[in-house]
């Protein structure tokens, strides 16, 4: 394969949307086990149940 040829499929992989920041982590089996059924229980995607968690835990003090 060429190297222009990996780098636009790296680009695309890699692209997120303007506005945005990509979130990386490492994090314990057990946590990720219990943060997915958690997602399938509230019916939301892993995205959705992240966005609002950090929505709920950083922004609770300003909404007083």
């Given at each position: 394969?060429?190297?222009?040829?990996?780098?636009?499929?790296?680009?695309?992989?890699?692209?997120?949307?303007?506005?945005?920041k990509?979130?990386?982590a490492?994090?314990?089996?057990?946590?990720?086990?219990?943060f997915?059924?958690?997602c399938?229980e509230?019916?939301?995607?892993?995205?959705?149940f992240?966005?609002?968690?950090?929505?709920?835990?950083?922004?609770?003090?300003s909404?007083?």
């Amino acid at each position: 394969m060429s190297d222009f040829y990996l780098k636009s499929v790296r680009d695309y992989m890699t692209k997120t949307p303007s506005g945005f920041k990509r979130l990386n982590a490492d994090i314990p089996e057990e946590l990720f086990k219990e943060f997915a059924k958690r997602c399938i229980e509230e019916g939301v995607s892993k995205k959705e149940f992240l966005v609002q968690l950090l929505e709920k835990e950083l922004f609770k003090d300003s909404k007083k």
